[in-house]
């Protein structure tokens, strides 16, 4: 079965640097998501992205965030200036198209981001 | 602010044991509700539910919805070691969104041989 695959698992920075997250999402998927899940806490959403742009973001993803597909089958998040709090899981998504009735995300295993 | 709320946040249970899991929701806009399952890392999809009443069910794990009620509730029965996980129960808005779908807390499930 296809699956959505995100490098690395686990991530450690320093406080301030920039750190890319990887996703490969499911090939002939065309709504991608990051979401993110601090210890402990709930899984929140973060952006979700088509045709090359973001749909909807939340609170959450402010200016220090952004996301690309650099190419037909990457999908990064980047955090410029990482702060502590910043330290989650971070879980990328898929779908084949826009939530309707029929469809539903796909979650990649997750990077695990650790600032310190 | 849309809301889910998940209950119990644990249950122990031996095998066995039937469990049953609860979600209810408040929402401005509401399309569906899925059930993952969340084993170490990548949550996996359990079930999607649309319509009240109408019950999905796949081996041991049942779900249903209550759209007037604004709940739905994850059945496991005869459970096993392997079905230990986090349950999640997340709402996906209608009109305009394009994903965000608002998660409860979990509930975190262990069964004991």
């Known amino acids: 079965e296809p699956e959505v695959t995100q490098t690395p698992s686990h991530q450690v920075t320093q406080m301030g640097q920039e750190v890319i997250l990887r996703c490969v999402p499911i090939?002939?998927?065309?709504?991608f998501y990051w979401y993110r899940q601090i210890l402990g806490q709930k899984v929140e959403f973060l952006v979700s992205f088509y045709n090359n742009e973001i749909s909807e973001k939340s609170e959450i993803f402010d200016d220090q965030f952004s996301v690309e597909r650099p190419d037909g089958s990457n999908f990064t998040l980047k955090i410029r200036s990482t702060k502590l709090e910043d330290s989650a899981m971070y879980f990328c998504?898929?779908?084949?198209?826009?939530?309707?009735?029929?469809?539903?995300?796909?979650f990649g295993s997750g990077t695990q981001l650790s600032v310190l | 602010e849309d809301k889910v709320v998940q209950s119990p946040l644990s249950l122990v249970v031996h095998e066995g044991d039937t469990v049953t899991l609860n979600c209810s929701y408040e929402v401005t806009n509401f399309r569906s509700l899925l059930w993952y399952k969340q084993e170490k890392k990548a949550p996996t999809f359990l079930f999607m539910l649309t319509s009240s009443g109408i019950e999905k069910k796949s081996g041991r794990l049942s779900s249903i919805l209550d759209k007037k009620e604004l709940f739905s509730i994850l059945n496991i029965t005869a459970t096993q070691t392997g079905d230990s996980a986090v349950y999640l129960c997340a709402v996906v808005p209608g009109g305009t969104s394009y994903g965000k779908l608002t998660f409860g807390q979990g509930t975190i499930l262990t069964v004991h041989p």
């Open positions: 998504a898929s779908s084949p198209d826009r939530l309707t009735l029929n469809e539903k995300l796909f």
């Open positions: 090939s002939n998927h065309l709504y």
